[in-house]
């Protein structure tokens, strides 16, 4: 078994066979929540080292994701990288602004600008929030070296084709999703998650 699904498995992170709705709209019926792994800190660590193993001869300079939990990742994998390299590298994040995309905040702009940077998130199901952190990088001027993924729930919708940038992920979790219209699991009245993911702002849509 892959050592990251082995990790989030044991914290209880994957849970099958529900119906939830992510932040893209999409439904499906397993979710991997990254809140039930981010209390585990040696955890949490042995996935941020296998992220700098993989990227520890790319002269990376920073480590970017989007917040909230995405500050963890960027601060474990930034530490891990500096152990590993023997040179500080920096760990910064992105926030989400009223529009719903990512911005830097905080000065951090200044440390991203001429670098060489990795992005990082926890699992992507369309890629549309991990590019955003890349727009926002682009913006800022930083050299976006690669992105890499916790979980890719989608390899074949989210890979470096369809992004048109260097892409990996530590673990593949396939996760079949569907539009509102197509979900069979709405078709069979399958409650919708109300604590995880967007479940409770989806039904509040739709009541209004």
Not at 105 to 129: A, C, F, M, P, W
Request: charged share 25%; proline share 4%; aromatic share 6%.
């Amino acid at each position: 078994m892959n050592e990251v699904i082995a990790i989030l498995e044991k914290v209880g992170a994957i849970i099958p066979n529900g119906h939830f709705v992510g932040v893209s709209g999409l439904h499906f019926d397993t979710y991997v929540n990254k809140d039930a792994l981010l209390p585990h800190t040696r955890d949490i660590s042995a996935i941020c080292e296998l992220f700098a193993q993989k990227y520890k001869d790319a002269a990376i300079d920073v480590v970017a994701a989007p917040a909230l939990g995405g500050i963890i990742l960027s601060q474990w994998t930034a530490y891990h990288l500096t152990e590993l390299t023997h040179r500080e590298v920096l760990g910064v994040y992105t926030e989400k602004t009223p529009e719903n995309e990512q911005i830097f905040n905080r000065g951090y702009e200044k440390y991203v600008e001429g670098k060489r940077v990795l992005v990082l998130e926890d699992s992507t199901t369309t890629g549309q929030s991990v590019m955003k952190v890349v727009r926002a990088l682009r913006e800022a001027k930083g050299e976006v070296v690669a992105v890499c993924v916790m979980v890719n729930r989608d390899q074949d919708r989210v890979n470096e084709r369809t992004l048109g940038i260097p892409f990996s992920s530590l673990a593949e979790l396939p996760i079949i999703s569907y539009e509102q219209k197509d979900c069979p699991l709405c078709k069979n009245d399958v409650p919708i998650s109300t604590t995880l993911g967007h479940g409770k702002r989806f039904l509040e849509e739709q009541r209004t």
